[in-house]
């Protein structure tokens, strides 16, 4: 069965600072990982996906992801936060051939000016 | 039209009496699925269709719950003699076909009182 943990519900960085969320994957075969922004009243908006190509994954707003298999970790970055970026970011991990996606509890990111 | 689109936005409801949201896919996506978000749960995967078919039912949370889709395009999720339990936001997404990037709606938020 698949399953996604990220590790702390709430992250606060400074404004310019790195972001860095984590998330580890439980797959038994090759997944598909994804990273979804959630802002404020708000749907859920796919950041980047994850499909077996380059581990190092780039997604829309300078976010960026790498695969890690040996880890089993998928961590969301960007070199400088912005205030925009407060949100709730979510991993998630799906089959190849099932489109269930399973999500992870999310993680509320809070900027500090 | 541009994105998914849900009705209503908001439902308030009294315990026992049912309820019907509605989800508007992408047009020509073939895909479509249903998820709830609620606090104690946080992003649950309930149904896909394929077409007006749904391989798998076993995310819906009880047999009070059901999901149609008509004609390729718009899809029901009917929740019979609500719950307290049930109040959570109800996302629906679509995708141009099966395994594909899901476009997530907004969400109907519903409140069972």
């Known amino acids: 069965a698949q399953s996604v943990t990220q590790l702390g519900s709430h992250v606060s960085v400074s404004e310019g600072a790195l972001v860095l969320l984590r998330c580890n994957y439980s797959s038994s075969v090759p997944p598909y990982l994804f990273w979804y922004v959630q802002y404020p009243n708000q749907g859920l908006q796919l950041l980047l996906k994850y499909t077996s190509a380059a581990t190092l994954v780039k997604g829309i707003n300078g976010f960026e992801a790498e695969f890690k298999k040996s880890e089993t970790s998928f961590h969301l970055t960007k070199p400088s936060a912005h205030m925009s970026d407060a949100a709730e970011y979510f991993c998630?991990?799906?089959?190849?051939?099932?489109?269930?996606?399973?999500f992870g509890k999310g993680t509320r990111l809070h900027i500090l000016p | 039209g541009a994105g998914v689109s849900q009705s209503p936005s908001n439902k308030v409801t009294e315990k026992g009496k049912d309820v019907e949201l509605r989800c508007d896919p992408i047009s020509g996506h073939t895909a479509l699925y249903w998820y709830r978000q609620s606090l104690g749960q946080g992003l649950e995967f309930l149904i896909y269709f394929q077409g007006n078919s749904a391989p798998d039912k076993s995310g819906l949370p009880s047999d009070r719950f059901s999901a149609e889709r008509t004609g390729g395009s718009v899809s029901t999720l009917t929740i019979q003699r609500t719950q307290q339990e049930d109040s959570a936001v109800y996302l629906c997404a679509s995708s141009l076909h099966l395994g594909e990037t899901q476009y997530f709606g907004p969400g109907t938020r519903l409140l069972v009182l």
């Open positions: 998630a991990v799906s089959e190849i051939r099932d489109d269930k996606i399973i």
